[in-house]
């Protein structure tokens, strides 16, 4: 039993946690780092070519996937990041020599500024680690909904100097330069550089713009579009298997060859009557028409067509929802199907089978099913320290303000809902009795005062 001084202290503690998580949370701008696709694995002992364009920087990119953001990695959710550090080193303001999606994700985990999602908590963020860049006016959205009216939106703020981030959907892409109609980019998942080619219109409704010592003076295309003789970056793992069987491509070419032979004989005999004398002669004369052959040959092809077909096989485990999107879980209540939860950016649910794109989830102990196109994989489970949830090495304020935020989180989701992995759960369990309350809070207090 605790004492009537202990309980004081104890409260005392919890008090300056709640006052901590609320401070932690003010001023969010709500911008989200959206995965859009699972997590790369970095091997230490691994030797990787130099990138020589920060253009082909990928979030995935092993030498850095693993690198924490908050409560989550730059392989899943950080898009916006490397689209803002491609900005940083296309604007003078870093130099590829001494920095990198990396580099620039570490110097913002010192300062705390990322939720435990991996959610950018404060745009001043960049400015204190990058003085030379701001982003100026939050998240803007297009006033034109075609193409044209979009590609000339960001044109006229290239031209005033400004750098511009586009949200293709939840994801994040730094724009390069625009001609025409084409905006081009360089997107930290994928290696195609024009925007409208690779996302849909509909998807690219908002963007960013980013205010720099050296204004903008334009761009030299990563390569011909009309060539696509593409410089790719480095290679990514997928968490999805794919499948592709392309028919057997063989020419059949049949021949078939008629001769006809046309064939004339005429015989002509003359018969010459005389004298009945020995010197009486007869004469025969032969005439014979020459034999024509002529043959015609008629060639048939026929080809056959390729056809391929994709197979997407989806895995179990642990998927997130991107940020900015609500997706349904369904389930059967007394045999009537009905909504069990909606999840939001952010919140993590555990897949225990997959029927084809649907994911198996359990709600409230209620089997249910989401559509698992709709969520990103998180990757295999991340072996983390006791107390770093993180998992940037140190057992700090900034994993005190993550365990806060999810014992909040815990009366207002539903059983099979979390903003934590499995892996950084058990890791917030610092007391080890199986559940994260109070009494972690309390020893993280402790911990951090010594």
Not at 88 to 102: E, I, K, L, N, T
Request: net charge negative.
């Amino acid at each position: 039993m605790r004492t009537e001084k202990e309980k004081g202290i104890f409260r005392l503690l919890l008090t300056f946690v709640l006052i901590f998580g609320l401070l932690a949370g003010a001023y969010r701008p709500e911008i989200y780092v959206a995965a859009s696709d699972e997590k790369a694995v970095s091997d230490e002992n691994e030797t990787y070519p130099p990138i020589t364009d920060y253009r082909l920087w990928r979030q995935k990119d092993p030498r850095w996937a693993s690198t924490p953001i908050g409560g989550s990695t730059l392989g899943s959710v950080g898009c916006y990041i490397t689209s803002i550090a491609m900005a940083a080193v296309a604007s003078g303001a870093r130099d590829m020599s001494s920095f990198d999606p990396c580099i620039f994700a570490k110097q913002l985990n010192e300062i705390g500024a990322f939720t435990s999602g991996g959610a950018l908590a404060r745009w001043a963020s960049i400015t204190k680690i990058i003085p030379d860049i701001a982003i100026t006016g939050g998240e803007k959205t297009f006033s034109a909904s075609d193409q044209s009216g979009k590609a000339e939106e960001i044109r006229k703020h290239l031209e005033s100097g400004m750098y511009v981030i586009c949200n293709v959907g939840g994801h994040w892409v730094y724009i390069d330069g625009v001609i025409g109609d084409d905006v081009y980019m360089a997107d930290p998942a994928k290696d195609e550089i024009l925007m409208f080619k690779a996302y849909n219109n509909g998807s690219i409704r908002n963007y960013q713009l980013i205010k720099a010592k050296n204004p903008y003076s334009g761009f030299t295309p990563l390569y011909d579009v009309n060539t696509e003789n593409k410089t790719t970056g480095a290679s990514t793992t997928k968490a999805v298997k794919t499948t592709t069987t392309t028919a057997s491509l063989v020419p059949a070419v049949k021949v078939t060859t008629y001769v006809v032979q046309a064939v004339t004989q005429v015989v002509t005999v003359e018969i010459t009557a005389g004298s009945a004398s020995p010197a009486s002669t007869t004469s025969a004369k032969k005439t014979t028409t020459t034999t024509t052959t002529t043959t015609t040959t008629t060639t048939t092809t026929t080809t056959t067509t390729t056809t391929t077909t994709t197979t997407v096989t989806y895995l179990t485990g642990e998927y997130y929802c991107p940020s900015r999107s609500t997706v349904t879980v369904r389930g059967g209540v007394n045999e009537k199907e009905c909504v069990l939860a909606t999840l939001s950016g952010g919140n993590i649910v555990d897949v225990i089978k997959t029927d084809g794109s649907k994911g198996i989830v359990a709600i409230d102990g209620i089997e249910g099913w989401v559509e698992l196109s709709d969520l990103e994989y998180a990757g295999k489970s991340a072996e983390l320290n006791v107390g770093d949830i993180n998992n940037d090495g140190a057992l700090d304020s900034y994993d005190l303000a993550i365990i806060n935020e999810y014992i909040a989180s815990l009366e207002r989701l539903p059983e099979g809902v979390s903003i934590l992995r499995k892996c950084e759960a058990e890791a917030a369990d610092i007391n080890g009795d199986g559940t994260v309350d109070s009494g972690d809070v309390l020893l993280y207090l402790m911990r951090i005062c010594n």
